[in-house]
């Protein structure tokens, strides 16, 4: 079993920046694919990026490729997502999810909040 925390969300101007955490529970969470996922008010919850379990390999929405950046410390056994450049329309709550694989996402975190004001 794998609990995770998301922190680090909040207000911020549109071209600002943040960066999420994700704190996660349990001695395996270095071998746990890592992913962040963000919902809009009224819209489905979307992919935002993802990471293998020895960071080792990345891959990001195009709407955010070149602004957030995640990364992990198996150390501290966290992820984050540095945000950058941030958008109005990167308003959502921003969820962070391990699994197995990409494929099987297992244990999610209750989210946080990102307000982008223009």
């Known amino acids: 079993q794998v609990q995770l925390v998301e922190s680090g969300g909040g207000l911020v101007q549109a071209g600002g920046s943040l960066r999420l955490s994700c704190a996660a529970s349990?001695?395996?969470?270095?071998?746990?694919?890592m992913g962040w996922f963000r919902q809009a008010p009224g819209k489905e919850r979307e992919f935002v990026a993802r990471i293998t379990w020895s960071g080792g390999s990345t891959l990001y929405a195009g709407s955010v490729k070149g602004r957030f950046t995640i990364s992990r410390d198996n150390a501290q056994n966290t992820a984050y997502l540095q945000m950058n450049s941030l958008k109005p329309e990167d308003t959502a709550v921003y969820y962070c999810a391990a699994g197995t694989n990409f494929s099987s996402l297992d244990y999610w975190g209750q989210g946080t909040q990102v307000t982008v004001s223009s």
């Open positions: 349990g001695r395996t969470f270095s071998r746990y694919a």
